[in-house]
């Protein structure tokens, strides 16, 4: 079935650096925008970073502009996004998203579980 | 950039009792690009509404979006004991990409 998978979470010490990981299957990932969102604790939802189907295209909050950077190999059906210069505001569950554009409608149809990033010393 | 409120807050209700769900933008925002989630606790969102009226794939016809312009509403017809989570709506932009509502727990009563 159409599934995305994070892995790659874990705690870091703030300035560290940490690399997330999003396995897709059951879909032609390459067919496909993807973004990464985050969640801090207790809190809503943050749209991250955005990459287009070929990886030609790249937009970033600018909360996490210059620090993380976000790519994909679609030979290997995967997302990354490396997380560089991490701060304790960055501690949060991060999700990868599949975007769907259908027609004039664009939605995210597709999440992963999470990965946990805490940042602390 | 578009600002997203939502309210209320929190909602109290009792099973089989209909829900509300606001969600204001600062700016006009195209339908097409409205959407909302819902998430229970320790799970990831899940697509409920997109093109501010259209139900996903599997979504019971207890859900229904509605508006326009600045102003979406989320109903839930009759509440069942599955559908206490919280509610996030989303919108589609240029800068950034994507804006979320701070959300909505619909709680029981």
Same mark, same amino acid.
């Given at each position: 079935?159409?599934?995305?998978?994070?892995?790659?979470?874990?705690?870091?010490?703030?300035?560290?650096?940490?690399?997330?990981?999003?396995?897709?299957?059951?879909?032609?990932?390459?067919?496909?925008?993807?973004?990464?969102?985050?969640?801090?604790?207790?809190?809503?939802?943050?749209?991250?970073?955005?990459?287009?189907?070929?990886?030609?295209?790249?937009?970033?909050?600018?909360?996490?502009?210059?620090?993380?950077?976000?790519?994909?190999?679609?030979?290997?059906?995967?997302?990354?996004?490396?997380?560089?210069?991490?701060?304790?505001?960055?501690?949060?569950?991060?999700?990868?998203?599949?975007?769907?554009?259908?027609?004039?409608?664009?939605?995210?149809?597709?999440?992963?579980?999470?990965?946990?990033?805490?940042?602390?010393? | 950039?578009?600002?997203?409120?939502?309210?209320?807050?929190?909602?109290?209700?009792?099973?089989? &009792?209909?829900?509300?769900?606001?969600?204001?933008?600062?700016?006009?925002?195209?339908?097409?690009?409205?959407?909302?989630?819902?998430?229970?606790?320790?799970?990831?969102?899940?697509?409920?509404?997109?093109?501010?009226?259209?139900?996903?794939?599997?979504?019971?016809?207890?859900?229904?979006?509605?508006?326009?312009?600045?102003?979406?509403?989320?109903?839930?017809?009759?509440? &069942?004991? &599955?559908?206490?989570?919280?509610?996030?709506?989303?919108?589609?932009?240029?800068?950034?990409?994507?804006?979320?509502?701070?959300?909505?727990?619909? &709680?029981?009563?």
């Amino acid at each position: 079935q159409v599934q995305l998978v994070e892995s790659g979470g874990g705690l870091v010490k703030p300035g560290g650096s940490l690399r997330l990981s999003c396995a897709a299957s059951g879909f032609t990932f390459s067919d496909y925008y993807m973004s990464w969102i985050r969640q801090a604790p207790g809190k809503g939802l943050e749209w991250v970073s955005y990459i287009s189907s070929s990886g030609s295209t790249i937009y970033y909050a600018d909360s996490v502009k210059g620090r993380f950077t976000i790519s994909r190999d679609n030979a290997k059906n995967s997302l990354y996004l490396q997380m560089n210069s991490l701060r304790a505001e960055d501690t949060a569950v991060y999700y990868c998203a599949r975007e769907q554009q259908l027609y004039y409608y664009y939605y995210m149809d597709v999440w992963g579980k999470g990965t946990t990033v805490t940042v602390s010393s | 950039e578009i600002v997203l409120t939502q309210s209320p807050g929190t909602l109290s209700l009792s099973p089989g &009792e209909r829900a509300t769900l606001s969600c204001r933008a600062s700016q006009s925002v195209s339908s097409s690009y409205l959407a909302w989630y819902q998430q229970k606790p320790g799970q990831a969102p899940r697509l409920l509404i997109y093109g501010a009226s259209s139900r996903a794939t599997g979504i019971p016809d207890r859900f229904s979006g509605s508006g326009s312009g600045t102003d979406f509403t989320l109903t839930i017809s009759r509440l &069942e004991p &599955e559908d206490f989570a919280v509610y996030y709506c989303q919108q589609y932009g240029s800068s950034p990409r994507w804006t979320f509502g701070q959300g909505t727990k619909v &709680e029981i009563k």
